[in-house]
């Protein structure tokens, strides 16, 4: 596992959903699959989705870039020779500079040796082709925290999340409560909205 600098607060490409790619080269079939991770456990679960998928592969070798804190990347060669795979994957997350992203290539072993080049250029095709497959997006990140009010408030502060167009779940027991995601850079004004259109009375925990 490497530690990179990496600033959570600051735009970033990322995988716009899922995306796969499938290719032969000299009889062995590669197929890239590709998807988006917020955190290390969802990108390890993704990982261990695909080798239980296709657990009669040869190998399935992955690789993820995470905006942790700190920052993690990782990769493995499942078998292959050292260096002919898994850093070849992570070399291409890192060139096309997509964080949050995790890919697992799937190699059927077709008989024919391809050497450490040849492989390593197939385990980067398998990426990129996935990548493109994916698509891009740029990214926001985000924080979560949580409003508590009396009932009396909650449609100042329903109303008030609506317009604004952030995410956010409700509930209603006791007293409301909105749980509700961000932008990091619109956090700090929207608290202080809601706690001004509520005269201090709403609770906000982050």
């Not at 994957?89 to 995790?102: G, H, I, T, Y």
């Amino acid at each position: 596992m490497t530690d990179a600098p990496g600033t959570t607060d600051e735009a970033y490409r990322t995988v716009d959903g899922r995306g796969e790619a499938r290719f032969e080269v000299r009889g062995s079939a590669f197929v890239g699959h590709v998807a988006s991770a917020r955190t290390v456990e969802e990108a390890e679960d993704f990982v261990e989705d695909v080798r239980q998928e296709y657990a009669d592969a040869t190998h399935n070798v992955p690789a993820y870039r995470v905006r942790a804190d700190p920052f993690r990347e990782w990769a493995s060669d499942d078998g292959e020779p050292s260096g002919s795979a898994g850093d070849p994957a992570l070399n291409v997350l890192q060139q096309e500079e997509v964080e949050n992203v995790v890919a697992v290539v799937t190699r059927y072993y077709g008989g024919t040796n391809l050497g450490v080049g040849g492989l390593a250029r197939a385990y980067s095709r398998a990426v990129k082709d996935g990548l493109d497959a994916a698509g891009t997006t740029t990214e926001r990140p985000h924080e979560t925290f949580s409003v508590a009010v009396d009932y009396d408030d909650s449609g100042t502060v329903r109303g008030i999340l609506e317009s604004t167009g952030v995410e956010f779940d409700a509930d209603y027991a006791e007293r409301a409560s909105f749980d509700v995601r961000v932008p990091v850079e619109d956090g700090d004004g929207l608290r202080d909205r809601l706690l001004s259109a509520t005269s201090g009375r709403a609770d906000i925990d982050s």
